[in-house]
């Protein structure tokens, strides 16, 4: 009975796994194989001679048509913001169609593809710090600034967009702003009010959440918390004086930090009452607040505005598509859409006053924006050029004093 | 039979035998080659990455070339200069100045921009070239920025493995110990040890009066209780380690419990104790299906014998029907060992700040920092470690000692 249990186990781990690997590499095979069904029902029903899509190219056997594309996101109410927004439309118009891929963030996925020549994706949403690394290591097509369009009263894309909005990889979407945020019920009491107030736990008592990612957003919300202005953060944090102070206010609060890693866990961290005060994404608080009626809070000082950005994974074979589709999504009035379903900033200036309601509850979504003027007014942005410098040296330290 | 007739079957068999090996050998093949694809292959390709260094010495050639005669020591020859301005000249109008900017901040922090900044401008520099690169940025007048070049330019590196145990070097190629607030990895090293060595102990203490239960039930509640040790076995492994969040966490099962008996709330998950009790609660299947095994292949009859003889129960347990039973524990105690060592999902979901292990900085390197060439080395070191574990193991205990079943 013994040796038998032993073997039957050992067979059924061996199947699985054996299986499982299998699987994976049947599901990338048959992955590619149904997209180039699809190019080739689609192209049967649209002729390519219908001027919307790109002329059919002279390499007939490869998948390269253009008819079908794979963006891929950040999955969730934010995926689904770019569907409604972007791909309905964009399907509806060209008749290209558009498979979504949820990743979680970070570029190794597209290093693989690219470094293995077997690109399967076609256009990435990514953060901005992120774009910009892939870009400099040509993990990333170039995109022609000149090819956007221009804001409807004649702007160009250019001056249009917020700044750093354009760069030679990618296009800016939204910009979507870390804050911090409160279970109102908690402080009856006295509401806390400024950035300050999520390192003083002697006077908001309870736990805090904090993202554990990396030292980006920490330090410089210690240093804002700690009175240094909104333009002397990254000169401070320059200097080994500066990040020890950054640490250093870290430390107060050190033992109270439940840490956090994916942008569903703030809302969530608060709602079970581990934290009575988190920092996260705006837009996730959002839906807490609003879609799911959570008393919850934002504060808006001190908030670290980021960008997020669409670009196309270098050796894509559908790259006229892609390039076809930014130009299309980041446009004035599909970033205004966006915002009807989520509450991240449209990336281009005039977008903002087109931005409505919510697509479900009867609120106008303007003042839910972190470019809002009234929640921006003690706001800076992230300065990833800075962060490309200094994140392995930051990084070390960061995982080193975790550790502690 | 004639010595002639002897011969010939001897051949004969040898040649049958021959076949049947070469028989056995074709159905182990696809086996092999799978294996050679999928497991060594790549293995071998991520460890190779662990020494490898290309980036510089290929794309900034007549750089390295020049300061390959350096040795380190104030500063650079006029022709790294010239050498670098057109290296860089070329890079940026190949597209290819990102990577070698990314590679080089790995070395020193600012070297990105730097490095960026100044191939922009390199085909305008003029000589003296020293004074150009000085204009750019007053960085290129300091000899650790050479250095760092210098050692960059080398195709194969120990720098990726001196990094993974928290050394670094100065320009001059003097290998020292980070300052203490940067040290980290060997302090990870030693803490997955540690969470090994104490899940398997937890899993033994937990395991193995489990399995002796189970060997000594009757036929028929022994499957029903096995059933209960490989369902949870069977279920995902983020299944159980989310389950383990909802029981462990402040206002979690746990915790209501106790504070309905009036207790304190505990902090159970997000740092060290979540990890080694969802860890060990994960790998105890490991420990007592083999000790199980093991205890149900030995005779009954042998512990009732020596009890017969006069010894104690408890003595008839320890030095009867322990030993016997301890193959079958052993084998557990490695498999449990070796798996809690490349542990990171769990970890990273409960491990919290102080429940990391180093996978989740392999992780990190692969995903977030793409530093590949450090997490090779990190990963290099885990199975070097692994292996010598293994040995020592091997030695001491004796492999033929194990048993599964």
């Known amino acids: 009975m013994g040796r038998t249990t032993a073997i039957i186990i050992a067979a059924a781990a061996a199947v699985v796994i054996l299986a499982g690997v299998l699987l994976f590499m049947l599901g990338r095979g048959t992955e590619k194989d149904v997209n180039q069904m699809d190019d080739e029902l689609s192209e049967m029903k649209l002729p390519a001679s219908d001027g919307t899509g790109p002329a059919p190219s002279v390499a007939a056997a490869a998948p390269a ?79 022609d600034a000149g090819t956007l369009p221009a804001a409807p009263d004649g702007t160009p894309a250019l001056q249009d967009f917020v700044p750093n909005g354009i760069t030679p990889c990618a296009v800016t979407t ?38 554990k990612k990396s030292p980006k957003i920490n330090l410089e919300l210690a240093l804002r918390a700690d009175g240094v202005a909104g333009d002397k953060v990254y000169e401070t944090l320059s200097t ?19 840490w956090w890693e994916a942008g569903a866990q703030p809302p969530q961290l608060l709602a079970d009452g581990e934290v009575t005060m988190t920092t996260g994404y705006n837009g996730r608080i959002f839906d807490a607040q609003i879609v799911e009626g959570k008393p919850f809070e934002i504060i808006w000082d001190g908030q670290l505005q980021e960008l997020d950005v669409l670009g196309i994974v270098k050796g894509s074979s559908k790259l006229e598509a892609a390039l076809q589709f930014i130009a299309f999504a980041t446009d004035t009035q599909r970033l205004a859409d966006q915002a009807k379903w989520i509450a991240y900033g449209p990336a281009r200036k005039s977008s903002l006053p087109l931005v409505g309601k919510h697509f479900a509850k009867d609120i106008d979504m303007k003042p839910y924006m972190p470019n809002a003027p009234q929640n921006s007014t003690n706001a800076i942005q992230i300065d990833f050029l800075w962060w490309a410098d200094h994140q392995e040296e930051l990084n070390q330290r960061w995982a080193a004093w975790l550790a502690k | 039979m004639s010595a002639h007739q002897g011969a010939k079957l001897a051949e004969q068999f040898r040649l049958s035998g021959k076949r049947a090996r070469r028989g056995t050998f074709l159905l182990v093949l696809p086996l092999l080659a799978f294996l050679m694809a999928t497991f060594i292959f790549p293995i071998g390709a991520m460890l190779s990455r662990s020494i490898e260094d290309p980036t510089v010495a290929t794309l900034l050639p007549r750089t390295a070339a020049a300061l390959r005669s350096w040795n ?47 191939a922009r401008v390199a085909h305008t520099f003029e000589l003296p070239y020293a004074q150009a690169f000085n204009a750019v940025d007053l960085q290129w007048s300091e000899p650790e920025l050479w250095g760092a070049l210098r050692h960059a330019s080398a195709s194969t590196t120990a720098g990726y493995y001196a990094s993974a145990l928290d050394y670094s070097r100065t320009a001059d190629g003097k290998w020292h110990q980070r300052a203490e607030e940067d040290q980290i990895y060997v302090t990870l090293f030693i803490r997955t040890l540690w969470v090994a060595g104490v899940v398997t102990g937890l899993c033994f203490l937990l395991g193995y009066p489990l399995a002796y239960f189970i060997a000594h039930l009757d036929e028929r509640s022994r499957n029903l209780v096995l059933i209960l040790v490989l369902l949870p076995f069977w279920t995902s492994l983020l299944v159980r380690t989310t389950a383990w969040i909802a029981l462990l966490q402040t206002n979690g099962v746990v915790n209501d419990t106790l504070a309905a008996l009036g207790g304190e ?52 347990f320890w030095r009867v029907y322990f030993p016997m039973t301890l193959p079958g524990a052993a084998a557990g105690g490695l498999l449990v060992f070796i798996l809690a060592l490349g542990y990171y999902i769990t970890p990273a979901l409960v491990g919290g700040r102080t429940g990391q292990l180093i996978s989740n900085m392999i992780e990190f390197h692969m995903k977030t920092s793409l530093n590949w060439g450090l997490a090779a080395a990190l990963g290099g070191i885990l199975l070097g470690g692994v292996l010598v574990l293994y040995i020592v193991y091997a030695r001491v205990v004796g492999l033929n000692r194990l048993r599964l079943g």
């Open chain 1, 65 to 143: 048509t253009g008819n079908s594309l794979v963006v891929v996101s950040w999955g969730g109410a934010y995926t689904k913001s770019q569907i409604e927004a972007y791909h309905k439309p964009f399907e509806a118009k060209t008749g290209v169609k558009i498979n979504s891929v949820d990743y979680n963030g970070g570029i190794a996925e597209i290093k693989v593809q690219v470094e293995a020549k077997n690109v399967t994706w076609d256009v990435v949403d990514m953060e901005l710090a992120d774009a910009q690394l892939a870009c400099d290591e040509g993990l990333l097509e170039k995109i």
């Open chain 1, 174 to 211: 939204i910009l979507f702003s870390h804050i911090v945020a409160f279970d109102t019920t908690k402080f009856e009491t006295k509401k806390p009010s400024k950035l300050a107030d999520f390192f003083n736990v002697k006077d908001f008592p309870g736990k805090r959440g904090m993202r």
């Open chain 1, 240 to 258: 080994k004086a500066g990040v020890d102070r950054a640490f250093k206010k870290l430390d107060t609060i050190k033992d109270s930090v439940v």
């Open chain 2, 72 to 118: 380190g020591k104030g500063r650079p020859p006029f022709s790294a200069y010239s050498a670098l301005a057109d290296d860089l000249k070329r890079a940026n109008l190949e597209g290819t100045i990102g990577k070698v900017a990314t590679r080089m901040n790995f070395e020193r922090a600012g070297m990105r921009s730097l490095l960026i900044k100044t």
């Open chain 2, 265 to 316: 709330r505990l902090d159970l998950i997000h740092n060290m104790t979540g990890t080694l009790i969802a860890m060990t609660h994960i790998l105890l299947p490991f420990m007592v299906l083999p000790a199980y095994s093991v205890m149900l292949s030995v005779p009954p009859a042998l512990t009732r014998a020596a009890i017969s003889l006069g010894a104690s129960p408890w003595t008839a």
